[in-house]
């Protein structure tokens, strides 16, 4: 089969559709804006509690990263914790790490409850050195988590990296048995399936323009201007990640988006498949400009990374698909003659600080900033969220963390300086 510039998950899955209704709903308590894993499971836990809420999306629901990502439910965030703790002290990055084991939990029971079928399994993660000095800061990362967080990982040394990975470039592994894996585009599938059956109206093809503060009936609230017409919401929820935009300026100005590129390979034998990732671990290395693969639950090898730094266009996804396949090759020379059959992109959600973020700006709820981890995160988020426009109190350590521009105030939205960023990465990755 020859390259398709196509997202392999959208493949395997049928996509529900909204309801084509001709006109918006007039008034709802809640309007969330992007059809994601973020806006959906806020609009799921929302309508499940009886509000009236509608969830309005630019274009179809899953259409953003929430269908194209790798499909690795990690534990842990981005940033390690050490970083971590000596920015927010060591009781706050305990709740941190502790809601992100929540959120696993958080997918794992909505597959359960709603009969998602996803292919969630929990296949553990591993994460590979590509030096000698990464490799010896493993052990010290698993000894704080262990000893902060109480969860335990595995560190694989050089020689034992064989039963792990069917490569031989790295330093050695670091192993954590809770992460889990799943075809994202069937669990974004199934997640807008449950909010509608639970009552949330999702309005496709429905791009926000702007938003304006508008009481109704002594109500305070939002009118909500769409390329589809308008509507009045009590309340606003902000999903929106890499995809945020000038309807939201606010936040436009706190989210740098970031191209990720993935590709899949031809359908593998089942014994090479099994060479190259013994255990199916959702596995990714310890570069800043890193690689994350794993074996689709088809047995393609699906390599993802950082080929261009610029969200997806027609010019970076092909120029992707050679940079991914010869990055492919380094890690499996036994890939060398499989057939790549698909390239795709998508655009992550980064803030300057490299933390998800979550809460109220401009009077809107809002959850952003997953920098690549965002699967259960997002999952999380929303449903946190929700809770707290519910009227609840929920347990949210990224509520309330300081959420940085530019510094200098120098974005408006526009990553100008995602090529030197870009380089700047490659050359920490040289000396690091
Ligand atoms: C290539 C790639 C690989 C990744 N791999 C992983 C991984 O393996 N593990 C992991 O944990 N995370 C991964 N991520 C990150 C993860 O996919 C995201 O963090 C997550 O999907 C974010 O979900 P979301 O609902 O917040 O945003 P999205 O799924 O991006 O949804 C946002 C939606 O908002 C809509 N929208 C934007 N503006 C408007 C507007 N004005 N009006 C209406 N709608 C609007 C968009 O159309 C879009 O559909 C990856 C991301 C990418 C791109």
Redesign the pocket.
């Known amino acids: 089969m020859p390259l398709r510039e196509q997202n392999y998950w959208l493949t395997t899955v049928e996509m529900p559709r909204s309801a084509e209704s001709p006109a918006l709903p007039a008034r709802v308590d809640i309007a969330v ?8 499971s806020a609009a799921l836990t929302l309508a499940r509690r009886g509000a009236k809420v509608a969830v ?5 629901i ?13 534990t842990g965030m981005k940033l390690g914790v050490n970083q971590l703790i000596s920015r927010y002290g060591r009781e706050r990055t305990q709740r941190m790490y502790a809601a992100s084991l929540a959120s696993i939990d958080c997918v794992e029971q909505i597959v359960r409850e709603e009969e998602i079928d996803c292919d969630f399994s929990r296949c553990g993660h591993l994460e590979v050195a590509c030096k000698r000095k990464h490799f010896d800061d493993y052990a010290r990362q698993a000894e704080v988590i262990a000893r902060e967080f109480n969860h335990e990982l595995r560190v694989v040394q050089r020689s034992e990296l064989s039963s792990e990975i069917g490569s031989s470039i790295y330093y050695g592994g670091m192993v954590d048995e809770v992460s889990a894996g799943l075809n ?1 585009a069937r669990y ?1 599938a199934g997640l807008g399936r449950a909010a509608m059956k639970a009552g949330a109206e999702i309005c496709e093809r ?4 702007s938003l304006q503060r508008e009481s109704r009936q002594g109500e305070a609230g939002w009118k909500i201007n ?1 390329s589809r017409g308008s509507l009045w919401a009590r309340d606003i929820f902000v ?10 300026p606010a936040l436009q100005k706190k989210i740098i988006p970031i ?4 590709i899949t390979t031809e359908v593998l034998p089942e014994q090479l498949a099994h060479e190259l990732s013994p255990r199916n671990r ?1 596995i990714y290395d310890s570069k800043n400009y890193l690689y ?1 693969y794993r074996l689709t639950p088809e047995r393609r090898m699906l390599f ?1 990374g950082r080929a261009a730094f610029f969200p997806e266009n027609d010019r970076t996804i092909r120029r992707s698909a050679e940079i991914l396949r010869r990055g492919m090759i380094d890690v499996y020379p036994q890939l060398r003659d499989a057939k790549v059959e698909y390239v ?6 980064f803030a300057f600080d490299i933390m998800p973020h979550a809460g109220q700006i401009d009077g809107m709820y809002y ?2 900033g ?9 999952t999380y ?2 449903q946190r969220i929700a809770e707290l426009i519910a009227g609840d109190k929920p347990e949210n350590p990224f509520v309330g963390i300081p959420f940085p521009g530019a510094p200098l105030g120098l974005y408006n939205g526009r990553p100008w300086f995602l090529p030197f960023a870009g380089m700047w990465y490659k050359v920490l990755d040289w000396v690091s």
């Open positions: 804006i992007g059809a994601g894993f973020t806006g959906l309005l999306e630019a274009e179809a899953g259409w953003g990263a929430s269908s194209r990502n790798g499909g690795m439910v990690l994202p974004v429905t791009r926000v323009e769409s999903g929106t990640s890499g995809y945020t935009g000038r309807a939201t191209g990720s590129f993935i959702m994350y993802g795709w992109g998508g655009t992550l959600d959850a952003v997953y920098a690549g981890h965002g699967v259960a995160m997002a988020q929303g």
